[in-house]
């Protein structure tokens, strides 16, 4: 049986000390390197990419290789004995490679439109020589199969451009005296899809004739779609939203509503979804004033200290742009100290199979039930990993704001 081993160390700044050198450390590269050993010569090898391993050989069949940058880290900061454990499990991982690489009838590298992505490799368990057909239907199926690893490949980098321009989108949230925010943000299930569910709190330009303002803006959205289009335009929205608040100081959420709206008409921008969209002010008593507007979304939850939870139900159209243009209303309540205000997206409480109106009654249930001292992160982890379905097919967006308790 070959073997590899470590008996020496060989470092890659002497390659001139090698008798060969073979480019490649794949399987072919590696035969080829076995094979000159064997002969008693010195090889080196050298991969294009970024591993580099010296590779030795001795009369008696010996191969030495080293993954030098490893090694040597190993080596300063744990000691010769840990390098020398990390050399022999390479040993042992190269051996078997060169073990299985006698055995090999052919090896097909896999090639794409951007260069080669690996290669395809098929073994016998006895010698065999394959002939001219049966190396034209191999090569075909490498075709086939770089086509299909490509396009996996791009895929893959789409979904990841996706999540990152999601994840981007979530800020952090602004600090307020006398408010205590927190939010959560859970992707779906299935890694290949993303959504457009996204939250957004921000501090709001003074009303004409007001010198300062602790007001704050607070959203919850869902655009649809589950694709990169979707993220892009959550992007979009969020942004054109933050200026319309900030274009239509002292405007209520749902004049600020109908200028978004009114500016996607303008610029053809598609986008539809749902939202909801609110203003806090500080009114008496340690009291916050909520002023709400509603496209679709599903139901604020408002829990006060009292053990009660109520849905804040009143609620306009959804966001689309084939919708005729008219009029956003809005609603008011006076938040009283110790409440809870919980803004969420439907992937906490839509189920294929479940009633969503009794997950939302759940979801009160839960939010009532939990400590007064609870920390808000704590208590928007709690709840999502209580209420939301276990494999959700869809984004989930929680954002909270408690008033202090009085005394």
Not at 217 to 224: E, H, L, P, R, Y
């Amino acid at each position: 049986m070959r073997t590899a081993t470590f008996p020496s160390f060989a470092p890659l700044s002497q390659p001139a000390e090698a008798d060969a050198a073979v480019i490649g450390s794949g399987i072919a590269g590696l035969s080829a390197a076995w094979e000159l050993a064997r002969a008693g010569l010195s090889v080196i090898v050298l991969e294009a990419d970024r591993l580099a391993s010296g590779v030795t050989g001795h009369t008696t069949g010996k191969l030495t290789a080293l993954h030098t940058s490893v090694y040597d880290t190993l080596r300063s900061e744990h000691g010769e004995e840990a390098a020398r454990d990390y050399a022999d499990s390479q040993s042992a991982a190269l051996g078997h490679v060169l073990d299985v690489a006698g055995q090999l009838g052919v090896d097909c590298e896999l090639r794409g439109a951007h260069g080669v992505l690996g290669t395809l490799v098929l073994g016998w368990d006895s010698p065999h020589s394959v002939d001219v057909a049966e190396r034209a239907v191999l090569t075909t199926i490498a075709a086939y199969t770089a086509q299909a690893l490509e396009r996996a490949v791009h895929l893959d980098e789409r979904v990841t451009v996706a999540h990152e321009l999601q994840q981007a989108m979530l800020t952090d949230l602004p600090a307020a005296t006398g408010l205590e925010l927190a939010a959560l943000y859970r992707p779906a299930a299935q890694d290949d899809t993303v959504g457009g569910d996204w939250y957004d709190a921000y501090h709001l330009p003074a009303a004409p004739g007001e010198r300062t303002t602790a007001a704050l803006a607070i959203t919850v959205g869902d655009i649809t779609g589950h694709d990169m289009k979707a993220a892009a335009l959550m992007g979009q929205v969020r942004s054109m939203l933050r200026q319309a608040d900030h274009d239509h100081p002292g405007m209520g959420p749902d004049r600020v509503l109908s200028a978004l709206e009114a500016a996607c008409r303008r610029l053809d921008i598609p986008a539809s979804g749902t939202l909801v969209h609110a203003h806090l002010n500080p009114a008496d008593n340690g009291r916050w004033r909520l002023t709400w507007t509603n496209a679709g979304h599903l139901p604020p939850l408002l829990a006060t200290p009292d053990g009660t939870a109520q849905q804040l139900t009143p609620h306009g159209p959804l966001m689309h742009p084939f919708l005729p243009p008219g009029p956003r209303s809005s609603h008011s309540r006076l938040l009283p100290p110790g409440s809870i205000l919980l803004l969420y997206t439907d992937g906490l409480v839509e189920t294929r199979h479940g009633d969503i109106e009794e997950n939302i009654e759940r979801l009160a249930r839960l939010l009532t039930a939990a400590p007064a001292d609870i920390p808000l992160d704590t208590l928007l982890r709690a709840l999502h990993d209580t209420a939301a379905p276990a494999q959700a097919e869809d984004d989930t967006v929680l954002l909270a704001v408690r008033l202090p308790a009085q005394g």
